[in-house]
């Protein structure tokens, strides 16, 4: 299970996950990943498992090696002035000539684009983009060994349920996540771009 869900993160920050068309795909990849965690210690679950096959068939489809017509794209991402890292930075196309790409920042809050079905780092299509931002942490599962005189008992299974129920923590303003509402955009031009998103803690809900 673990490892399915290392692939759909890679897939996400990597670029090679289908065109970000949808304005809350992202937070359905996040929802996806978190219920994968949830059919491995629910095994039970015909539900859980459900989502994570559906998950792991859209990582099949989207994931993959092409060839677009792409130029370099890198940025930069701060918070209150701090660089942000760790975010994944999506752009999707408001037009018929854009590619879908992403993109995680590293510790400076430097990112470099990839393209969907492009060599990695290699940029995005010419277009106007909506950009969005996340940097999302999950609850942590805990992990109850053998030896410890919980494991197996109901205490076990109240701590791994109320992690279960737990809500993700929003690093960044949820707003920032959706194109609709997170006020940025990009325009992707011939050559090298290099874009600054600028963030705040004070924007929208998180």
């Not at 854009?98 to 684009?113: E, I, P, R, S, W």
């Not at 940029?123 to 950009?131: C, E, I, L, N």
């Not at 109850?144 to 129920?165: F, Q």
């Amino acid at each position: 299970m673990a490892y399915f869900v290392a692939v759909l993160l890679e897939c996400k920050v990597s670029g090679k996950f289908l065109p970000y068309t949808n304005p809350y795909i992202e937070e359905s990849l996040l929802s996806a990943t978190f219920a994968i965690f949830k059919c491995s210690f629910f095994q039970k679950s015909s539900v859980m498992c459900a989502v994570l096959g559906i998950s792991f068939i859209v990582f099949l489809t989207g994931c993959g090696s092409g060839g677009p017509s792409v130029t370099a794209v890198t940025g930069v991402v701060t918070l209150d002035g701090k660089p942000l890292g760790d975010a994944v930075v999506t752009f999707s196309p408001t037009d018929e000539s854009g590619v879908g790409a992403a993109g995680k920042t590293q510790a400076d809050g430097t990112f470099v684009l990839n393209a969907t079905g492009a060599a990695p780092g290699s940029g995005t299509a010419v277009g106007s983009y909506a950009v969005t931002v996340d940097k999302v942490i999950l609850p942590e599962i805990p992990v109850i060994s053998e030896d410890d005189p919980r494991y197996g008992t109901e205490e076990e299974e109240k701590l791994v349920e109320k992690a279960m129920k737990a809500e993700p923590e929003y690093v960044v303003p949820k707003a920032y996540g959706h194109r609709k509402t997170s006020g940025l955009t990009a325009t992707v031009s011939s050559g090298e771009n290099n874009f600054t998103f600028a963030l705040e803690s004070s924007f929208g809900e998180k």
